[in-house]
């Protein structure tokens, strides 16, 4: 079973930027859809973005567009979620996911077209 690790979480300002990253380990991302998603407290798990499994395509939530940018490096076998101009409202833990089915691109935004689950980097952004 695949296990993914995020990283790259911290304290920002308003205004700032971070970049999260996320690779798995025993097994690898090659022709999965990789997804980011987040939960603040109180709050139901929330689509972010997602990326197709050579880059080529790339799906944002409507409250991330503009701001966050979805990449991937495959030769490193990871995914990056470069965020700017953050905002409080994007204060919450962000999880990385790799899809259930191979090589289809999975921008439905459903945590359910995912199988693969890493255990969450803390973004806080303070005003």
């Known amino acids: 079973q695949v296990q993914l690790t995020e990283s790259g979480g911290g304290l920002v300002q308003a205004g700032g930027s971070l970049r999260l990253s996320c690779a798995p380990s025993?097994?690898?991302?090659?022709?999965?859809?990789v997804g980011w998603f987040r939960q603040a407290p109180g709050t139901e798990r929330e689509f972010v973005a997602a990326?197709?499994?050579?880059?080529?395509?790339?799906a944002y939530a409507d409250s991330v567009k503009g701001r966050f940018t979805i990449s991937r490096d495959n030769a490193k076998n990871t995914v990056y979620l470069q965020m700017f101009s953050l905002e409080p409202e994007d204060t919450a833990v962000y999880y990385c996911?790799?899809?259930?089915?191979?090589?289809?691109?999975?921008?439905?935004?459903?945590?359910?077209?995912?199988?693969?689950w890493g255990q969450g980097t803390q973004v806080t952004v303070s005003s």
């Open positions: 996911a790799r899809a259930v089915r191979r090589w289809l691109f999975s921008d439905n935004g459903l945590m359910a077209s995912y199988n693969s």
């Open positions: 990326i197709n499994w050579n880059g080529g395509s790339t």
């Open positions: 025993g097994g690898a991302f090659t022709g999965y859809t």
